[in-house]
């Protein structure tokens, strides 16, 4: 059976990714007007942005009986065979990650890997492994 998760979204986190990407044009069009570089340069920032908005939408994390795959927008990630995870733990980690939000945790595998996710029900998804796979140590609480 596979059960996919869809990611939690920080709306405050976008909200800070549009203002770093819109403030400088913004302030640039109130002083100098809408030029014709201006216009090409407001229509890339737009399309940039709304790539990253479909990626802070668009990212999932499926579970099948053997593996976990992650998904982020158009990039996937290698799949993580769920006979090698470690430990499931809450991460305050601002790293990089195919996560949409601050609420994350972090999965640990392989012989020295780790990932951040951050699955919108945390809890139901580390039972869901832990269910698959005894081992795993689960370190988050209900």
């Known amino acids: 059976m596979t059960k996919k998760y ?4 920080s709306y405050g986190l976008l909200s800070v990714v549009f203002i770093v990407f819109f403030s400088p044009v913004i302030l640039n069009l109130i002083e100098n007007g809408l030029t014709m570089d201006m216009l090409w340069i407001s229509l890339m920032v737009m399309l940039i ?11 999932e994390y499926t579970i099948d009986e053997k593996k976990l795959n992650i998904k982020c927008g158009f990039f996937k990630y290698k799949p993580i065979a769920i006979k090698d ?14 996560a949409a939000s601050f609420d994350r ?19 139901e998804f580390a039972q869901y492994l832990t269910k698959l796979n005894p081992d795993i140590k689960n370190n988050l609480k209900d």
């Open 49 to 59: 942005f709304a790539l990253i908005v479909h990626m802070f939408l668009k990212t």
């Open 105 to 123: 945790i972090e999965i640990k595998y392989g012989k020295f890997e780790e990932i951040i996710i951050s699955p919108r029900n945390k809890v």
């Open 6 to 9: 869809t990611s939690k979204v």
């Open 85 to 98: 995870i470690k430990e499931i733990s809450k991460s305050s980690s601002v790293m990089s990650s195919p």
